[in-house]
């Protein structure tokens, strides 16, 4: 899917693997990563209990934490424009 701001802050689809197919981990959860992206932090990031690549920070593009413990976190392809 593509979408319309650049950095995908507006992007809430299904994407749910970093750019090199690592599955991403939960928002919700704080395993195998802990971290600070609750739903009441950043309420309008479109986070919760899934693991959907989201940008609740402003970066460059949807990220994600991801299940593996050696990355904490990856950007996803989620069909830049
Ligand atoms: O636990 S974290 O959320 N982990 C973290 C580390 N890098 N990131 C990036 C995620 C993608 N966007 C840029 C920050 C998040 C985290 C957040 C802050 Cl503000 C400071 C330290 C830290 F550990």
Known sequence: ECY??????DYFGTVDI?????LCQ?????SPHTH????????????????????PDFDDAPWCFTSDPDI??????VGQP
């Open 4 to 9: 319309l701001k650049r950095d995908g802050t």
């Open 18 to 22: 970093t750019t090199d197919g690592t």
């Open 26 to 30: 939960k928002w919700s959860e704080q």
């Open 36 to 55: 600070e992206y609750s739903t009441s932090r950043y309420p309008k990031g479109g986070l919760g209990d899934h693991r959907y690549c989201r940008n």
């Open 72 to 77: 904490r976190w990856q950007y996803c392809d």
